[in-house]
């Protein structure tokens, strides 16, 4: 409705959010092991796991449960592996990570004509889009 139509643009970023804290860096990287095509599944999956990947990551900078998400998506262990060790791709996260707008601090975070609607609900981001056409 709004994307498509070229009225707005997504810019997705990832950043270091509880409950995983440093270790968003490493779920950051399995996300994109799948390339474009599998990138928001992995991403749902991620989000639905998000409290037994923090259990797991208290014990195993590597956990399990990474590689099971990874497999539910067509990824064996060692693509997985080569994805997660890769020095570029971290890098790459990292420096996102820093480079970020200040203001990003809670996720979602939408800007919309320069208002932060932080953490929005679906109607409230409708709203707020419709109301910046709309000034227009």
């Known amino acids: 409705r709004y994307i498509d139509t070229g009225k707005a643009k997504l810019v997705y970023r990832d950043g270091f959010f509880q409950p995983l804290g440093l270790a968003s860096d490493t779920v950051a990287a ?3 092991c799948g390339g474009r095509e599998r990138y928001y599944a992995i991403m749902a999956d991620v989000l639905a796991r998000q409290s ?12 399990p449960l990474l590689f099971e998400i990874g497999a539910a998506h067509g990824l064996p262990r060692p693509v997985v592996e080569a994805c997660l060790s890769n020095p570029a791709l971290s890098s790459y996260l990292k420096n996102e990570w820093r480079n970020r707008p200040d203001a990003l601090v809670a996720y979602p975070t939408f800007v919309i004509n320069g208002r932060m609607v932080r953490g929005a609900e679906p109607d409230e981001v409708i709203r707020a889009i419709d109301a910046a056409l709309a000034a227009r």
């Open 30 to 32: 399995l996300t994109r």
């Open 52 to 63: 037994d990947l923090k259990d797991q990551f208290q014990t195993d900078p590597r956990p």
